[in-house]
Nanobody, 118 residues
C-alpha cells in the first residue's frame, strides 16, 4: 500500500527556519509531480509549491523567495525548506504526489503542523 508520511513540523519563532520531509513508501514504480499544500485554521487548503519529475518548480506568491521545494528521487522523498517564517505561515502542511502503482492516482499525506509564534 502506497503511503506518504510528512515529518519535520513544529513550533518556531518568526524569522526562523524549518524543513519538512515527505517520504513515499510502498510498492510503486513511478513518482510523478509532487506538491506541498497547507491549510490554516478557518481557511481553504492552498497550494504552496510544486516540483515536477524533472525538477521544475513553482511557488505561491506568498512564499516565493522564502521556501524551496526539492526532491530526492532515490529516496522517494519530497522536501520543503522554509526560511524567514512568518506568523501567517502557521498551518497544517500536506504533501501530495502523483503515483503510479498498478493504477495512477493522487496520494495525500496525513499532514503535519507548523506553528510560527513569538
Amino acid at each position: 500500500q502506497v503511503q506518504l508520511a510528512e515529518s519535520g513540523g513544529g513550533l518556531v519563532q518568526p524569522g526562523e527556519s524549518l524543513t519538512l520531509s515527505c517520504a513515499a513508501t510502498g510498492n510503486f514504480y513511478r513518482l510523478g509531480e509532487m506538491s506541498w499544500f497547507r491549510q490554516a485554521a478557518g481557511k481553504e487548503r492552498e497550494l504552496v509549491a510544486t516540483i515536477t519529475t524533472g525538477g521544475l518548480t513553482t511557488y505561491a506568491d506568498s512564499v516565493k523567495g522564502r521556501f524551496t521545494i526539492s526532491r530526492d528521487n532515490d529516496k522517494s522523498t519530497l522536501y520543503l525548506e522554509m526560511n524567514s517564517l512568518k506568523h501567517e505561515d502557521t498551518a497544517h502542511y500536506f504533501c501530495n504526489a502523483d503515483i503510479s502503482a498498478g493504477g495512477r492516482a493522487i496520494y495525500w499525506g496525513q499532514g503535519i503542523q507548523v506553528a510560527v509564534s513569538s
